[in-house]
T-cell receptor
C-alpha cells in the first residue's frame, strides 16, 4: 500500500528554526509537494521537489532524498503566522497525489 | 483576488435538500478537482475533470454529482446528504493532470453542515 508519515504535531518558539519530516512509500514517484494550511482555510502551495537536494525559497526550504523516501520542510526565523498545518504529498507513478495526514505546527512567543 | 472562486463559503442544509457548490477558475487551467476534507485529516479526492473527461473516486457516494458546464467551471450537486458529509469542500485547479509539477491552486473552500 501507499503510505506517507509525518509527525502529528510540533511546537517551536518564535524566531527559531523547525524541521518537519516526511517519509513515504509509494507506487512510483513523480515529485513531492509541501502545502501550508491555516485552520479553516484552504491549502496553499509551498514547494515541489522531484530531484534530490535542497530547494530554498526565502525562510522556507525543502529537502528530498529519493533513495531514502524522505523529505523535510525547514522553516527559519519562525513567525506567529507560521502556526498552521503542513501537508506533505507525493505524486505516484499514476500521477495521483497521495497526501500525508499533516503536521500541526504550534509557534509559541 | 482568489484565482479559484468557490461559492457559497458556508452552507447549512437538511438531509432532504438539494443544493449546489460552485467553483470557477480564472487561470486557464485544464484540470479541476473537488476534494472533501474533515477536521485534522488530509484532503480526499472526489472528482477530477481534465481534458473534457470526468474521473470519479469510486468511494464517493452517488448523492454527490459533479457538473462541468465549461472548462473553467466545476460544480458539485448535493442531494439527500447525511450528517457525516459535513466537511470542508475544496475546489482546486492545475495546469494539467498527468504531469509531475502539477501544483494545485485551491479555492477558499465551502464549509458544509448537514443537519
Amino acid at each position: 500500500g501507499q503510505n506517507i508519515d509525518q509527525p502529528t504535531e510540533m511546537t517551536a518558539t518564535e524566531g527559531a528554526i523547525v524541521q518537519i519530516n516526511c517519509t513515504y512509500q509509494t507506487s512510483g514517484f513523480n515529485g513531492l509537494f509541501w502545502y501550508q494550511q491555516h485552520a479553516g482555510e484552504a491549502p496553499t502551495f509551498l514547494s515541489y521537489n522531484v530531484l534530490d537536494g535542497l530547494e530554498e525559497k526565502g525562510r522556507f526550504s525543502s529537502f528530498l532524498s529519493r533513495s531514502k523516501g524522505y523529505s523535510y520542510l525547514l522553516l527559519k526565523e519562525l513567525q506567529m503566522k507560521d502556526s498552521a498545518s503542513y501537508l506533505c504529498a507525493v505524486m505516484d507513478s499514476n500521477y495521483q497525489l497521495i497526501w500525508g495526514a499533516g503536521t500541526k505546527l504550534i509557534i509559541k512567543p | 483576488d482568489t484565482e479559484v472562486t468557490q461559492t457559497p463559503k458556508h452552507l447549512v442544509m437538511g438531509m432532504t435538500n438539494k443544493k449546489s457548490l460552485k467553483c470557477e477558475q480564472h487561470m486557464g487551467h485544464r484540470a479541476m478537482y473537488w476534494y472533501k476534507q474533515k477536521a485534522k485529516k488530509p484532503p480526499e479526492l472526489m472528482f477530477v475533470y481534465s481534458y473534457e473527461k470526468l474521473s470519479i473516486n469510486e468511494s464517493v457516494p452517488s448523492r454527490f454529482s459533479p457538473e462541468c458546464p465549461n472548462s473553467s467551471l466545476l460544480n458539485l450537486h448535493l442531494h439527500a446528504l447525511q450528517p457525516e458529509d459535513s466537511a470542508l469542500y475544496l475546489c482546486a485547479s492545475s495546469q494539467e493532470q498527468g504531469s509531475g509539477a502539477n501544483v494545485l491552486t485551491f479555492g477558499a473552500g465551502s464549509r458544509l453542515t448537514v443537519l
